[in-house]
């Protein structure tokens, strides 16, 4: 919803702003349209900033329950392992981690593990201060809703953009993108290990190279908040992943998923 109406607002500003010149005469309204174009560039970059930039980890895992995958016991970020992140940093890498299994197990009605990874997100969140976004009520909406994959799918999207919103509200950008990448390597990790060879299930192909284009939106908008030395730790951690992505166009081979696979497996055991 957020991305719809940054979509929507964002030409209309442009519109409005620069139309408010038009009685000035022709140097005042060159000199206006710079000053007014730059006005809108900074309300652009602020809205952007606090729109969720890719599809979230409940959209990707969507397209495996789309795909009738079976749900796999054991792939998933322990829930125990939410103890030992102890930094801001860790906490919201695993904060995105565990949003990507929450979803995981939402949208294919594992119920009890649903309850864990609120109970993991909830801990962190809180850590954060976060609570009044993972509270009690989530998992109402979420067992109310367990026979709507769509309706599911927006739930666990608003709070990942509420999430995302907070901390860049709260001049935290390089800690909101930690969640964003987080949720990017779990959703990634679970598309590569649905099956011991998940280049043999039709559809996989496809939502791993539509991930490269999250992984390239997700390297580009890290750049401006790298002197930031946690949030280029972690981007220097997602270099397999780049080595692989960029000589990948619009179809992938086998080995081009293993490849993926074997990348993805590698950041994560860096990060969890």
């Known amino acids: 919803m957020k991305k719809a109406i940054a979509v929507v607002i964002i030409p209309m500003l442009?519109?409005?702003?620069?139309?408010?010149?038009?009685?000035?005469?022709?140097?005042?309204?060159?000199?206006?349209?710079?000053?007014?174009?730059?006005?809108?560039?900074?309300?652009?970059?602020?809205?952007?900033?606090?729109?969720?930039?890719?599809?979230?980890?409940?959209?990707?895992?969507?397209?495996?329950?789309d795909l009738e995958v079976g749900y796999i016991l054991g792939i998933s970020n322990p829930v125990e392992n939410?103890?030992?992140?102890?930094?801001?940093p860790s906490k919201a890498i695993n904060l995105g981690s565990y949003g990507a299994d929450l979803s995981y197990a939402t949208l294919y009605n594992i119920q009890q593990e649903v309850i864990n990874?609120?109970?993991?997100?909830?801990?962190?969140?809180?850590?954060?201060?976060?609570?009044?976004?993972y509270d009690e009520t989530?998992?109402?909406?979420?067992?109310?809703?367990?026979?709507?994959?769509?309706?599911?799918v927006e739930i666990l999207t608003d709070a990942f953009n509420n999430t995302?919103?907070?901390?860049?509200?709260?001049?935290?950008?390089?800690?909101?993108?930690l969640v964003v990448g987080g949720a990017w390597v779990?959703?990634?990790?679970?598309?590569?290990?649905?099956?011991?060879a998940a280049y043999q299930i039709a559809g996989i192909s496809k939502v791993l190279i539509?991930?490269?284009?999250?992984?390239?939106?997700?390297?580009?908008?890290?750049k401006p908040y790298l002197d930031d030395p946690n949030l280029k730790d972690f981007v220097d951690k997602l270099e397999p992943v780049r080595q692989v992505?960029?000589?990948?166009?619009t179809s992938l081979t086998n080995q081009d998923i293993m490849n993926i696979t074997k990348a993805i497996t590698t950041v994560r055991g860096q990060i969890l």
């Open 117 to 133: 990874y609120l109970d993991a997100i909830r801990s962190l969140a809180a850590d954060l201060n976060m609570s009044k976004i």
């Open 138 to 152: 989530l998992y109402d909406k979420i067992k109310e809703n367990f026979d709507n994959k769509d309706k599911l």
């Open 82 to 88: 939410s103890k030992k992140y102890l930094t801001s």
């Open 186 to 196: 779990e959703g990634m990790y679970l598309t590569t290990h649905v099956s011991e």
């Open 210 to 222: 539509e991930q490269k284009k999250s992984f390239d939106l997700f390297m580009d908008i890290t």
């Open 14 to 65: 442009i519109f409005c702003v620069t139309g408010l010149g038009s009685c000035k005469n022709r140097a005042e309204k060159k000199e206006q349209k710079k000053i007014e174009l730059e006005e809108v560039d900074t309300l652009r970059s602020e809205i952007e900033k606090n729109v969720y930039p890719l599809p979230t980890s409940a959209e990707v895992i969507k397209m495996l329950s």
């Open 164 to 177: 995302y919103s907070y901390l860049s509200d709260n001049d935290q950008q390089p800690l909101a993108l």
């Open 245 to 249: 992505y960029s000589g990948l166009t």
